[in-house]
């Protein structure tokens, strides 16, 4: 079964230090990767995502995350967080494969950026 | 462009009644993916559309139901709900079923 692991459900960060929320997922042939941010009472924002290429991959607003195909991971990082970055980072694969095209989340790791 | 939008917000409803849940793609997305999210958790997939035909389903009830209609909206319907029905309800839009999806601000779901 597809599956998608945030080892972290909470990860507490002093401001303008840096961050690393983890995601492993279900190895599979084919994969496409995404990062959903969700700031309280809202839905989901794309944040990033990687589908082929550079296995780096970087958001606007200074996150980035690398596939790792070896260690079924893609772990987002960010140099230096700012209170705004607090809210619900969510991780998310869609698996190749006949008809599969939906979403697999994992449950989240809220982020709280301390002042 | 706007984005994807849904409706209503929030709604409250008793056990056993019936809910219709609207989205609006974001405009030329030709699909439409519906997702749960309980409290605490990931959002779980319940159907996709594309060209108004179902394409997927995830592992929900026959309770659940969903259409496409020709302008590419789509209604989620849920019958006799229960108290565990209770959840943020996203649409999710995209070119097609393969494209990268975006998703809208959810309903919030209240059975009581």
């Known amino acids: 079964a597809q599956s998608v692991t945030q080892l972290d459900s909470q990860v507490p960060v002093f401001e303008e230090a840096p961050v690393e929320l983890r995601c492993n997922y279900s190895?599979?042939?084919?994969?496409?990767l995404f990062w959903y941010v969700q700031y309280p009472n809202q839905g989901l924002q794309l944040l990033l995502k990687?589908?082929?290429?550079?296995?780096l991959v970087e958001s606007i607003n200074g996150f980035e995350a690398e596939f790792n195909k070896s260690q079924t991971s893609f772990h987002l990082r960010k140099p230096s967080v700012h209170i705004s970055d607090t809210a619900e980072y969510f991780c998310?694969?869609?698996?190749?494969?006949?008809?599969?095209?939906?979403?697999?989340f994992g449950k989240g790791t809220k982020l709280s950026v301390i002042p | 462009d706007a984005g994807v939008t849904q409706s209503p917000t929030h709604l409250i409803k008793t056990r056993g009644q019936h809910v219709t849940l609207r989205c609006s793609p974001i405009?030329?997305?030709?699909?439409v993916s519906w997702y749960q999210q309980v409290l605490g958790q990931g959002p779980q997939f319940i159907f996709q559309?594309?060209?108004?035909?179902?394409?997927g389903r995830g592992n929900f009830p026959d309770r659940f139901s969903a259409r496409q209609f020709p302008n590419y909206s789509s209604e989620l319907n849920v019958n006799a709900l229960l108290l565990g029905d209770s959840a943020l309800y996203l649409c999710?839009?995209?070119?097609?079923?393969?494209?990268?999806?975006?998703f809208g601000p959810g309903t919030r779901l209240l059975v009581l």
């Open positions: 990687y589908l082929s290429g550079s296995t």
């Open positions: 405009s030329g997305h030709k699909s």
């Open positions: 998310a694969v869609r698996y190749s494969g006949a008809g599969s095209y939906q979403l697999t």
């Open positions: 190895s599979s042939v084919s994969v496409y």
């Open positions: 999710a839009s995209s070119w097609t079923r393969q494209e990268t999806q975006y």
């Open positions: 559309y594309y060209e108004k035909e179902e394409r």
